[in-house]
């Protein structure tokens, strides 16, 4: 579907979006969804840093013991480290994760970051978005919409933890996970 050139095509672009609508990268932090979400803040920093001279703060956020259905998990999911870089008081935070489906990780991340300040702005950067929304979250950066069904699953593959940089979309398939 799309491979490593088109990847790193994306995630620039997405720089370019994020950088311009705050304006700069004044005040800007970039806080990825563990687990691939972070590994894509990173890359999304180091985009920033090309063309603007300065990379903003990169944290990872485990939103875990925030989802709505961690109650009824068995095993319960494991607890991760997160890692926000500094006070997020005043600041443009800008989630980023691989891919948006039913919008209840993002809810969770954003009961999450509170935690850590109180931003002017909370933003969301996804890589893909596939629809099927079950709550009223819609991401403000987007690499690529990828109308799906609901038996489809879009698989985003990350050099850095899956040896590839690659977006499939899988018929008939439940990945573990996928948001």
Not at 5 to 16: C, G, K, Y
Not at 87 to 115: E, H, K, P, Q, S
Not at 153 to 160: A, F, I, M, N
């Amino acid at each position: 579907m799309q491979r490593g050139p088109e990847v790193a095509r994306t995630i620039r672009r997405l720089a370019h979006e994020i950088v311009e609508s705050n304006g700069g990268a004044r005040d800007l932090v970039l806080v990825g969804l563990l687990t691939r979400g972070a590994p894509l803040a990173k890359r999304l920093a180091a985009a920033i840093g090309a063309f603007e001279g300065e990379s903003p703060p990169v944290g990872k956020l485990d939103v875990g013991l925030y989802r709505d259905d961690v109650a009824h998990r068995d095993p319960p999911p494991p607890v991760r480290p997160s890692d926000i870089p500094r006070n997020l008081d005043g600041t443009t935070v800008v989630l980023v994760d691989d891919v948006l489906f039913t919008g209840r990780t993002i809810r969770a991340a954003m009961d999450a970051i509170m935690d850590f300040g109180r931003p002017a702005r909370v933003r969301l950067a996804v890589m893909v978005d596939r629809g099927h929304r079950e709550l009223p979250i819609r991401p403000d950066f987007v690499g690529r919409n990828i109308p799906t069904a609901a038996s489809q699953t879009v698989d985003v593959r990350l050099e850095e933890i899956d040896g590839e940089d690659a977006i499939y979309l899988i018929e008939g398939a439940e990945r573990h996970g996928e948001h």
